[in-house]
């Protein structure tokens, strides 16, 4: 997309950049946790890198600045990636004091933290409870729904969820915004009863909470497996390697020889690297070097530096070859 393409209406040309700055973000946690990062997505140090990637972008400029109120012309700049210094409310809900985000971002972390002996089902479960924590505690001040996507988004990764980033939570969450509200503000009631939990939040209203999310998943595997049609994904792989050549695309154009062996990985899935010369034609070194490039570019991934390639569909690929399935924002 080019600016060209942009619509005229300001605000809408904003909403348009902020989609493209929220896929670059993606890309940017996809890359950080498949690069092995010890951090933990849960911690405070990777919440607020997310947010400052998110709002640095001079696009996001529009975004800084704040309301203070509504129905007022006072307004305050926001500092991408500073915890609120500021106490709000947002609809109902009364988000906790600033003073007193540091140590609850901390409980946050030592609550939720993931442990390798923890089962995949634990893990997920863990990811999606956490997401309505972190919206409780509105840490910014404003760009917490984003945020906190983004965070699930990480962590999501880090637990190596099979098939993530070909499918995208966020996306399910904007179709059904209304029960997702509706099932954060559920999580958000004060306990009902002596065995609605031991916390003061309501347990009950979490179970809804992380019930909503898993249907939301599943809801969008679904829909994933229903777009996967190979007739179908070959033409959009075809407009997006010829647009990435003509560099109308915001990423490094595709090296030569790269719609030869996208589109054979995109028919058998798997492939040894030695077969890589027979399908583009050439010897050795050059394909050994596409290999690489396409490595280095995000492309596709190999569990080892000799083990069998495979199509890695990131963020900005994803959004291109699956229209609709990454998420408005």
Same mark, same amino acid.
């Given at each position: 997309m080019h600016d /060209? %393409?942009? &619509?005229?209406?300001?605000?809408?040309? #904003?909403?348009q950049q902020l989609s493209l700055v929220y896929i670059e973000v993606q890309q940017y946690i996809e890359k950080l946790f498949d690069d092995g990062a010890s951090l933990s997505p849960f911690s405070v140090t990777f919440i607020k890198d997310v947010h400052s990637q998110l709002y640095t972008k001079p696009q996001m400029k529009p975004?800084?600045?704040i309301k203070l109120d509504k129905d007022a012309n006072t307004s305050i700049d926001m500092v991408a990636g500073k915890l609120r210094e500021r106490n709000v409310a947002i609809a109902q809900h009364k988000a906790p004091l600033f003073n007193e985000?540091?140590?609850?971002? #901390?409980? @946050?972390?030592?609550? @939720? /933290?993931? @442990?390798p002996y923890h089962t995949q089902a634990r893990k997920l479960i863990h990811a999606?409870? +956490?997401?309505?924590? &972190?919206?409780?505690?509105h840490p910014f001040l404003d760009g917490n729904g984003r945020t906190s996507r983004l965070v699930l988004d990480g962590t999501l990764n880090a637990i190596k969820l099979e098939g993530y980033g070909l499918w995208n939570i966020s996306r399910g969450l904007a179709r059904d915004e209304v029960n997702y509200r509706k099932n954060l503000a559920m999580a958000d009631m004060v306990k009902q009863g002596t065995f609605d939990g031991? *916390?003061?939040? +309501?347990?009950? *209203? &979490?179970? +809804?909470h992380v019930h909503f999310m898993l249907s939301t998943a599943l809801d969008q595997i679904t829909f994933m497996h229903s777009s996967l049609r190979?007739?179908?994904?070959?033409?959009?792989? %075809?407009? @997006?390697?010829?647009?990435?050549?003509?560099?109308?695309?915001?990423? %490094?154009?595709l090296p030569k020889y +790269? %719609?030869?062996?996208?589109?054979? &990985?995109?028919?058998? *899935?798997?492939l040894p690297r030695g077969k890589v010369k027979e399908i583009i034609g050439t010897k050795d070194r050059t394909a050994s070097t596409l290999i690489k490039e396409l490595l280095e570019l995000d492309y596709i991934e190999s569990t080892t530096a000799k083990s069998p390639i495979r199509l890695k569909? #990131?963020?900005?690929f994803a959004s291109y070859l699956f229209p609709g399935l990454l998420p408005p924002v």
């Amino acid at each position: 997309m080019h600016d /060209q %393409d942009f &619509l005229e209406d300001t605000h809408q040309k #904003n909403l348009q950049q902020l989609s493209l700055v929220y896929i670059e973000v993606q890309q940017y946690i996809e890359k950080l946790f498949d690069d092995g990062a010890s951090l933990s997505p849960f911690s405070v140090t990777f919440i607020k890198d997310v947010h400052s990637q998110l709002y640095t972008k001079p696009q996001m400029k529009p975004f800084l600045k704040i309301k203070l109120d509504k129905d007022a012309n006072t307004s305050i700049d926001m500092v991408a990636g500073k915890l609120r210094e500021r106490n709000v409310a947002i609809a109902q809900h009364k988000a906790p004091l600033f003073n007193e985000l540091p140590t609850l971002l #901390n409980h @946050y972390e030592y609550l @939720y /933290q993931i @442990y390798p002996y923890h089962t995949q089902a634990r893990k997920l479960i863990h990811a999606m409870a +956490s997401h309505h924590r &972190l919206t409780w505690l509105h840490p910014f001040l404003d760009g917490n729904g984003r945020t906190s996507r983004l965070v699930l988004d990480g962590t999501l990764n880090a637990i190596k969820l099979e098939g993530y980033g070909l499918w995208n939570i966020s996306r399910g969450l904007a179709r059904d915004e209304v029960n997702y509200r509706k099932n954060l503000a559920m999580a958000d009631m004060v306990k009902q009863g002596t065995f609605d939990g031991r *916390g003061p939040l +309501s347990a009950k *209203g &979490l179970k +809804s909470h992380v019930h909503f999310m898993l249907s939301t998943a599943l809801d969008q595997i679904t829909f994933m497996h229903s777009s996967l049609r190979l007739d179908v994904l070959s033409v959009r792989m %075809d407009k @997006y390697i010829k647009l990435s050549r003509e560099e109308l695309l915001e990423c %490094d154009p595709l090296p030569k020889y +790269s %719609d030869l062996l996208l589109k054979e &990985l995109l028919l058998v *899935g798997e492939l040894p690297r030695g077969k890589v010369k027979e399908i583009i034609g050439t010897k050795d070194r050059t394909a050994s070097t596409l290999i690489k490039e396409l490595l280095e570019l995000d492309y596709i991934e190999s569990t080892t530096a000799k083990s069998p390639i495979r199509l890695k569909f #990131n963020a900005f690929f994803a959004s291109y070859l699956f229209p609709g399935l990454l998420p408005p924002v």
